[in-house]
């Protein structure tokens, strides 16, 4: 009697956790871990889907991998901390802990986009998924000492776009007849994933992933620097990491011929 008392026990105990958490599939390799619990403020933006789990939890079956619930939030969330275990837990997290007393990691859903969230007050930025770009619009006019924007896109390397130089150099724009639109992609030209067109002026532009312009917004690779032809050309030079200037580049406009 005492050994089938302790098994519908056990039973019980099973069917319970599993409506709480579950198991790693396939689905799981579209989510970014961000971070173990901390004492440190997570800050997920409106429409962030987000689970937490443990790769090895002692009191799940087999003692394998558990994750909560997904959350879809619908604004902004602030997590003050990021700790299933605070004293605040129970208000900042919808979910039941999937393995209480063990630290779990923190993921988030990647979607076509990509996703800023602020770690400890710094961005962390969630990549789209592979393949994920969208036709960003071409801007009409200059921003001085251009800054991405909070949300980033995805862009496609728009149309006839002209390659300048990859990682590690800088550019110089010499003359301006019309607007200098430049953006900066990474991967090849196939699978090219490109920060958002800016235009520019005379200013020297450093490429490279940590530069002004960015770095990655989903994709994988070396990155190059590409200029939008406009109605008139302009010219460029090069430096490279050694301080040598190349000789002046001019790309074409879309009303006439290089010269």
Same mark, same amino acid.
């Given at each position: 009697m005492k050994l089938i008392k302790a098994l519908q026990l056990a039973a019980c105990t099973l069917a319970a956790h599993a409506q709480v958490v579950r198991v790693l599939t396939g689905a799981a390799q579209t989510w970014v871990a961000v971070t173990s619990?901390?004492?440190? *403020?997570?800050?997920?933006?409106?429409?962030?889907?987000?689970?937490?789990?443990?790769?090895?939890?002692?009191?799940?079956?087999? $003692?394998?991998?558990?994750?909560?619930?997904?959350?879809?939030?619908?604004?902004? %969330?602030?997590?003050?901390?990021?700790n299933m275990g605070s004293a605040v837990s129970a208000a900042q997290f919808p979910i039941v802990d999937p393995c209480p007393g063990r630290p779990k990691k923190?993921?988030?859903?990647?979607?076509?986009?990509?996703?800023?969230? %602020?770690?400890?007050?710094?961005?962390?930025?969630?990549?789209?998924l592979p393949g994920s770009t969208t036709s960003c619009t071409i801007p009409t006019a200059e921003v001085p000492n251009p800054v991405l924007p909070a949300v980033l896109t995805n862009c496609a390397l728009p149309v006839g776009a002209v390659p300048m130089v990859g990682d590690g150099n800088t550019v110089t724009v010499m003359t301006v007849a019309s607007p200098v639109i430049l953006i900066y992609c990474t991967g090849t030209v196939a699978t090219a994933m490109c920060n958002q067109p800016l235009m520019f002026g005379t200013d020297p532009i450093p490429v490279g992933i940590n530069a002004?312009?960015?770095?990655?917004?989903?994709?994988? $690779?070396?990155?190059?620097?590409?200029?939008?032809?406009?109605?008139?050309?302009?010219?460029? %030079?090069?430096? *490279?990491?050694? $301080?040598?200037? $190349?000789?002046?580049?001019?790309?074409?406009?879309?009303?006439?011929?290089?010269?």
């Open positions: 619990e901390t004492t440190a *403020n997570l800050t997920i933006p409106e429409g962030t889907t987000y689970d937490m789990g443990i790769a090895a939890c002692p009191t799940a079956p087999n $003692g394998g991998a558990v994750w909560s619930l997904s959350v879809t939030v619908p604004t902004v %969330t602030t997590f003050a901390p990021l923190f993921r988030v859903l990647q979607t076509s986009s990509v996703q800023v969230l %602020t770690l400890a007050g710094q961005p962390f930025n969630i990549a789209a002004m312009l960015g770095g990655p917004t989903g994709g994988a $690779g070396a990155g190059t620097l590409y200029a939008v032809p406009q109605v008139r050309e302009f010219t460029y %030079t090069v430096t *490279n990491a050694a $301080g040598v200037v $190349g000789a002046v580049v001019t790309v074409a406009g879309t009303g006439k011929t290089g010269a």
